[in-house]
């Protein structure tokens, strides 16, 4: 019986999946949360044989998930399953090591499927993002840049970045004046917007 952790925040497909899952006979959902955090409550006590993570939860992404599971050298095998397609969030999913990376317009199947082959070893990307997996784009940004646009994105002000990050106002500027310049863009929403829209916030 391959033991599956359902984390989604959507709440009516992650009843559906649910529902779809359990009219498998080797598959069970042992748990279906809505929060990142919860998910990882349960994964430290539990230790599900699959987690099937969304990218964008409250308090800890997919991604996140991902990566806590990596370091903490957990056996679980983790499949994300997201409507997104840029090849940032593909490229951080596979640094994360996550076996499983689709699409959720794929057919119900092709998810049961991969889950069963995630379970046995093999990788699986939706075959709709396979061409992305070699068109990875650089990042120019450094990390404090990030962290700045991070913060831009989230609403904060260059005062309360400033107080944040424990810099001066003067830096916080000269980090969002080049990465207007890197990303070729005439703000700081549009820096954010395009550096998120990559997966690189």
């Known amino acids: 019986m391959i033991r599956v952790l359902l984390a989604e925040d959507q709440q009516m497909l992650r009843g559906a999946l649910t529902s779809l899952l359990s009219f498998e006979p080797d598959i069970k959902v042992i748990a279906e949360v809505s929060d990142g955090q919860k998910a990882w409550e349960f994964i430290q006590h539990e230790l599900p044989d699959v987690c099937v993570l969304d990218i964008e939860m409250p308090n800890l992404s997919g991604l996140d998930l991902a990566e806590k599971i990596k370091q903490a050298n957990l056996p679980c095998k983790v499949m994300i399953v997201t409507t997104f397609a840029r090849p940032g969030y593909l490229q951080k999913a ?103 829209d990559k997966g690189w916030l």
């Open 94 to 196: 596979m640094d994360c090591g996550v076996h499983g990376y689709l699409l959720k317009d794929e057919p119900i199947d092709f998810l049961i499927e991969t889950i069963r082959k995630v379970m046995h070893g093999e990788n699986v990307v939706s075959r709709d993002l396979a061409a992305t997996l070699f068109m990875k784009e650089q990042n120019p940004l450094n990390e404090r840049e990030i962290a700045v646009l991070q913060l831009v994105k989230e609403g904060l002000t260059t005062n309360e970045i400033s107080k944040k990050l424990f810099l001066t106002k003067g830096t916080i500027r000269n980090y969002l004046s080049t990465s207007i310049q890197k990303l070729r863009v005439e703000s700081r929403q549009q820096a954010a917007q395009v550096a998120s």
